[in-house]
């Protein structure tokens, strides 16, 4: 068995290589509340740092007392993942026009 200082850090290398880019799980339960959840965990996709983002989107829109989130009052899975879509879309007329 070699045991050289660089079998060490090649293998460790690798090892946090697949940490960064693992790949992605195919189906992931969701995770968290419908009216602040990424549109990729309503589809059921793996979630990044860019869900967290979307998450905090959600967030400022109705903490600023701007808008109300159109789906605030809705615990209808689908009906809020559709809504979110048109809010990406800018297809949201309901928002004030500062979040456009």
Not at 8 to 17: G, M, N
């Amino acid at each position: 068995m070699n045991t050289s200082p660089d079998n060490c850090t090649a293998k460790c290398s690798h090892y946090f290589l697949y940490i960064l880019f693992r790949i992605p799980r195919r189906q992931v339960k969701f995770i968290g509340t419908i009216r602040f959840a990424s549109r990729s965990c309503h589809l059921g996709k793996e979630q990044c740092r860019r869900d967290d983002l979307e998450a905090w989107v959600y967030m400022l829109i109705e903490f600023t007392q701007y808008a109300i989130l159109p789906w605030s009052r809705t615990i209808n899975r689908e009906t809020v993942l559709r809504e979110k879509q048109r809010l990406f879309n800018g297809k949201c007329s309901s928002l004030h026009r500062r979040f456009h």
